[in-house]
Structure formats: C-alpha cells, structure tokens
C-alpha cells in the first residue's frame, strides 16, 4: 500500500498492525466508499476515506448547458434530497438574475423541501440501524419513504429524480388532491416516529452501541466544517433555515434539535427530532399556503403558459428563444447556500453574461462532514467504524459529484 | 427586483467587519474588494491568504470561525490565470465573506490552509486534483476524486469536456 505510506504516523508499531480495506462495495458504507483501515487486533489505529468512484464531473457537464438545463442534473448529485439541490441551484440563479419569487412558489418550495428532509432522514435512519443490528427499523422507515415518494410522483411525474423547481418559480401546479393526501400524510407521521423511537430510543442494545460512541467536540467539528446534524450533535446551534433563512423560511416557527454529547447516539436525536419539526413545518406550510401564481412575472427567464403559447404570438417567441438560446445570466458570482438534510449545501455559480454558467461548484456537506470520520474513529474498535460512518449520513453522489 | 450596481469602492466599503479587519492588519494585504448581490467579495495577495484567513477566524467581535468552501475558477485565456476562492462564514454573526487569491499561470502555488485550518484539507485536494493548483505545505496533497494515474486537470477550461481520445 504505497499509497497509505505517504501519510507519516506517530508511534506506528509496525509489525503488529494490519492493512484492512472496507468497500467500495461493503454495504454499510452506503454506496461506494473505501476506507482504508489500519488495525491493531480490534481497534483502529488508522482510517482513511478513498472517494471518487462515483465521479461524474457534473461540475464540468453543468458548463456546457444552459442555465434552465443544469437543474436535471442537481438531482443527481444527492439522490436521497434532489428538491434540496434543486432549490440551491434555482436560488443561486435567481439571485444572479435578481428575480423575486412570488410567496405561492416559495411556501410550496419549503412544503416540499420539508417532505424531502424527512424521506432523507427516513432513509437514513433505516440504513443506519440497520448497519448497526436493527433490522425492523429498516421496514418500517422504508413504509412512509414510500408514501413520501409517492407524494413526488404526483407532483412531477417522478420519484426521486423530481426536477421540480424552476429558475423563477415551480414546474407546474401541484395535482388538486396533492394538499389532501400531504396532509393525511403529516397527520399520522408523528406517531410513526414513536413507532420508530419505541424501537431504538430506550432499545439497551442500541444505546450500547450509540451512546459514547464516536464522539467529536463541538471546536473540532466546526474546525474540521462539519455542519447540520452532525455540528449539531456536538452542541453548535446552528441552522441555515433559521439563521440566514432563505425562501420564505423565516415565516416559519420551528426549533432546531442540538444535542451535547457529540457522540453518534446525539446525531441520531437530532435527526429523529427533526423528523417531528419538518413534520410541523409542512403542516404550516399547508395551513398558510398563499394563494397567488407560481411563477415569477419574468417572461424572458420564465417558461410561458402551455395555454398562453396557444393564443399569443409573443409567448410563443419568448418559449422559442428560452429553450433555444437560453437566457443570458449579468455577469457575477454568488454562494447561496441551504440547509440540506445533511448540513450545508452551497452552490457558488459565476456568470459571464453568456446563457450557460462560466463555473459551477457545489459545496458538498457530506465531503466536509467525512473529514470528521479519522476524528471520530482512529484508537477506537473496528465495529464503531460502521456505526461512526452510518452517524454521519454520507451520500456518495453528492462526495463525488 | 433590480439588481443594484456592484460596490468597489474600498472607502465605502471599509466598515464591513471583514474588509476594516483586514485593513487594519495589512493594507498590502487587500488587493481589491467588491459588495455585490449582498455578498462580500476581498481579494487577497497570494502570499498573505493564510494569514488573513487566521485573522478572520480570530476576530473577537465578528469571528469567521466556519470555513465554507474552498475553490476556483478558470479565467483562461486571461492572465492572472486562476481564481482560487475562499468562504467564511461566521456562525456567531451569521455573515458570510468571499476571499480570492488570483494565482497566474507561471506560479500555481499558494500556502495551503490545512495546517491551520483541518477543513481545508479536502477542499484544497480537490481543488488540486481539477485544478492543478499546488497548496506548498499540504501535508497530503493526493488526487481526490480522479484516479492517481490521471493525467490532466478535468475543470480547467483548456480540458475538453469529453476529455481526451
């Protein structure tokens, strides 16, 4: 392992460790992470993360295509919270083009992003206990993720790729049955979170394996950029959605879950209790939805009406040139940044004042958040690994891009 | 929404935290700043970058203690070359400030941050790995995301994007 070699250790004693290599395709490292370990009998002496099989250079693709054309391409990047990435990309746009979204398209933007955030932590507190030993968790997460998916499905055609939003607004309005079922839907959710925490919280096994596990201080998690659950499992309060709230998420009362212990049974209260606000933040959304258009009044960036394109002759001009030559972006840099499910997810977009962006960078949280992992292992036992990598809810699309 | 014009002005812009901050530490320090679409943009001369990244985050009254991002943008063909890009955020105040170091391309090194500042560590190897750019004093500045035997650097403007045949 020439490759390990090159990093000096400290006090190494050479013959008595071994090199142990976990993944990329070991199914607790949730998709295609190697980590490299040295072991010393049970324990960890070293841990190192090798990234970038799931390498696509979408930062690449997104500067060959219009501006309209790259929000396809942010739901592959984290394929478990695409209405996150979707939201982050159209925002930073919006806000190079200086475009104001009308309340309607953005109170539908927070419902939405509130129903991602919960099919985001369902999926990962069913993986999650599952790596650790708990199997049934799995079958009962995956039961709501299913009416959650199905929920998107009926609002743009697609499960999981759902490429909703659009720069200036929303694809298209919601079905007319779509507020009914979300609401059937947050009225029983609540109580399938007791059935979950009746299933872990107070389980002697899951505390055991949890509780002072992995743990990582608060100064170290924000030196090493860890951020969303993972920061505010170690006691930082901070939220993105509350503190520098974007789309309309500063009409919303919620509170942000922290917790001070640091350790992976913290991370796993934070989530499981923001399962209970997003759930609360959706049934707000759908108690003071405004009414009012979906789309902002900007016939040069904004698709016209499928109606409109049918009677006036200057739609059909504006639809021509948009999908054709795109809009021109003024020249400029932006980092807009959203609280994804995992922490904060930035795009930082620099126009030229051409109709495709000059760069594109998205700001993963997962691959700041992964730094924390030799923190959180190293001198540890080997089976901790797994439960310190399922803590920190990592998304392999979203560390390579 | 009309987009209001950007802000270069140093004179205007001097009592953001950041920009009085860094004036007041080093006035050859700060090459140029820019207030636009209520961001905060300072441009660095490459070699003071890590200390004004350190000063930043030692503030007393406005500490930029969260390193965001690190990456870069390439100008090709024009010179200074590359743009390697730097975001604070301070959790404290909730503001956010944009350091760039402009890097041409006779000289791609600029101190590397991960000694001081550990969360630099992939950002710098990733900015590497698509780059190019050489972070001197990077304890381990590998290819990230590409293979170890790629040749080239993928997000440079020179690099077609089908790659090479």
């Known amino acids: 392992m020439a490759h390990l070699d090159a990093m000096p250790v400290v006090g190494r004693e050479q013959d008595r460790t071994m090199i142990l290599n976990m993944g990329p395709q070991h199914p607790s490292t949730h998709g295609v992470l190697r980590v490299i370990l040295e072991i010393d009998g049970e324990n960890v002496v070293r841990i190192m993360p090798d990234i970038g099989f799931l390498h696509t250079g979408i930062e690449k693709t997104c500067e060959a295509k219009f501006y309209q054309q790259v929000v396809p391409l942010t739901d592959r990047i984290d394929y478990l919270c695409p209405l996150t990435n979707n939201l982050c990309y ?41 790596d650790i030993g708990a199997m049934t968790v799995f079958l009962y997460c995956f039961r709501e993720r299913e009416e959650i998916l199905r929920l998107f499905e009926a609002v743009s055609g697609q499960r999981m790729m759902t490429s909703y939003f659009r720069v200036g607004g929303i694809a298209l309005p919601p079905p007319l049955d779509f507020f009914d079922r979300v609401r059937a839907f947050a009225k029983t959710f609540p109580s399938k979170v007791d059935e979950y925490e009746n299933l872990l919280t107070n389980n002697p096994i899951w505390t055991m394996r949890t509780k002072g596990v992995a743990t990582i201080t608060a100064e170290d998690a924000k030196a090493l950029g860890a951020s969303g659950p993972t920061l505010r499992g170690s006691g930082v309060d901070f939220d993105l959605r509350r503190d520098m709230p974007y789309s309309g998420y500063e009409n919303f009362k919620f509170k942000v879950p922290t917790a001070k212990e640091g350790d992976v049974f913290a991370r796993y209260m934070c989530r499981v209790q923001e399962l209970r606000e997003s759930n609360n ?27 409109k394109m049918k009677t006036q002759m200057e739609a059909l001009i504006y639809h021509f040139k948009i999908i054709t030559e795109g809009f021109a972006v003024p020249e400029g840099e932006v980092y807009q940044a959203v609280e994804s499910p995992r922490g904060e997810m930035g795009y930082y977009i620099v126009s030229d004042g051409t109709a495709k962006p000059y760069r594109v960078h998205m700001r993963s949280a997962c691959l700041a958040n992964m730094q924390t992992l030799p923190h959180m292992c190293e001198g540890r036992l080997l089976a901790d690994v797994v439960a310190a990598i399922g803590s920190i809810d990592i998304v392999l699309g979203e560390i390579d891009r | 929404m009309a987009l209001a014009p950007a802000i270069i002005d140093l004179e205007q812009l001097k009592d953001h935290p950041s920009l009085f901050r860094l004036l007041a530490w080093n006035r050859n320090a700060v090459q140029g700043a820019k207030f636009d679409r209520e961001e905060m943009t300072i441009s660095i001369e490459r070699s003071f970058i890590v200390g004004a990244c350190s000063l930043l985050r030692e503030d007393p009254n406005c500490p930029f203690d969260f390193l965001s991002d690190i990456t870069c943008v390439d100008w090709y063909p024009s010179e200074p070359r590359f743009e390697v890009v730097y975001h604070l955020l301070s959790i404290p105040n909730k503001e ?32 590497f790995d698509l780059f190019g750019i050489r972070f001197s004093g990077h304890p381990y500045l590998r290819r990230l995301l590409m293979p170890e035997d790629w040749q080239g650097h993928p997000l440079r403007k020179d690099y077609p994007v089908e790659g090479y045949r």
């Open chain 1, 90 to 130: 159209v925002l930073a746009v919006e806000k190079l083009l200086g475009l104001e979204i009308p309340p309607k398209a953005q109170w539908l933007r927070v419902l939405l992003n509130e129903l991602t955030r919960i099919n985001s932590h369902l999926v990962w507190l069913g993986t999650h206990a599952m």
């Open chain 1, 281 to 307: 933040m959706v049934q707000q959304a759908l108690d003071g939805m405004p009414e009012g258009p979906i789309k902002a009044d900007a016939p040069k960036v904004v698709l016209p009406d499928r109606e």
């Open chain 2, 96 to 127: 956010r400030v944009r350091l760039k170091v402009r890097l041409s391309s006779d000289n791609l090194g600029v101190d590397s941050l991960t000694p001081t500042w550990p969360a630099a560590n992939y950002f710098e190897r990733e900015v």
